[in-house]
């Protein structure tokens, strides 16, 4: 089952956030961070969850943003499964209910950014299966 998490509840998502920010800290820190900075700034965290568990076994975290190059877009900042429930179409499905959200918010895209290497492939065989395409290269720059 699909649920947004709303400020109070987004300690729930942590493990599965864990395992793709694997910095992101101890869960205090996690939470005030997610709900004191990010969420002011629009973001947004749904979690799939399994009976008897209530950890999310998959997390995603997003926002809405207008650009030039893109429109309005739903951007997903970070989609991830904790290990014991991959290959259980769970992302998927979060992948699914996020792009229905862009269509109830009349966004022009829906867009993400993955990690390269082959330790992500069945992340970018899901994303294709979704009827993505690679389609800018992202370069960044430490500061």
């Not at 300690?11 to 864990?18: C, E, K």
């Not at 390269?116 to 290269?137: C, E, Q, T, W």
Request: hydrophobic letters at 40%.
């Amino acid at each position: 089952m699909i649920q947004e998490l709303h400020a109070g509840a987004t300690n729930l998502v942590y493990q599965a956030m864990l395992e793709l920010r694997p910095n992101i800290g101890p869960e205090s820190v996690f939470v005030e961070h997610v709900d004191t900075v990010q969420r002011p700034e629009g973001y947004r965290v749904i979690g799939f969850f399994v009976e008897d568990d209530v950890q999310a076994a998959a997390a995603a975290g997003f926002r809405i943003v207008n650009m030039l190059a893109w429109g309005r877009t739903l951007y997903c900042d970070d989609l991830t499964t904790r290990p014991e429930h991959r290959g259980k179409g769970h992302a998927g499905k979060l992948l699914d209910w996020m792009i229905d959200e862009a269509k109830r918010l009349h966004c022009d895209e829906f867009h993400l950014d993955s990690g390269v290497g082959p330790d992500r492939m069945d992340a970018h065989r899901l994303y294709f299966n979704k009827k993505m395409r690679i389609s800018a290269f992202h370069f960044l720059r430490p500061i």
